[in-house]
């Protein structure tokens, strides 16, 4: 089965950057739908950007031009870069994957398999 661990979070200031990342077990890696959600108290969570198998990428509108997903098949890494952050941005961030893109990528019931979360705080 896929196991998810997320790296990279950590406290930044208004306008800075940062880089989380998402480390897969899975020899199929290259076959997986990906996404990054986030969420904070009280909240659902919510999709922040999905990529497909195929690369395609979708954001949501409050992270468009500011955030880029990637995907690393060589190294089964799933990347979230961040600019002009925002103290808005502030979440646990997760990692999400299925093998089957099923729905609408940026909503959680999408995704079968889950991380553990990173924390990003923005102040």
């Known amino acids: 089965d896929v196991q998810l661990v997320e790296s990279g979070g950590g406290s930044v200031q208004a306008g800075g950057s940062l880089r989380i990342s998402c480390s897969a077990s899975?020899?199929?890696?290259?076959?997986?739908?990906m996404a990054w959600f986030r969420q904070v108290p009280r909240k659902e969570r919510e999709g922040v950007a999905a990529?497909?198998?195929?690369?395609?990428?979708d954001y949501a509108d409050s992270v468009k031009g500011r955030f880029t997903i990637s995907k690393d098949n060589e190294r089964n890494t799933l990347a979230l870069q961040m600019n002009s952050l925002k103290p808005e941005d502030s979440a646990m961030y997760y990692c999400?994957?299925?093998?089957?893109?099923?729905?609408?990528?940026?909503?959680?019931?999408?995704?079968?398999?889950w991380g553990q979360g990173t924390q990003v705080t923005v102040s």
């Open positions: 990529i497909s198998s195929a690369g395609s990428a």
């Open positions: 999400a994957a299925t093998r089957v893109m099923v729905g609408d990528p940026l909503q959680a019931r999408t995704y079968t398999t």
């Open positions: 899975m020899f199929t890696y290259s076959r997986l739908c």
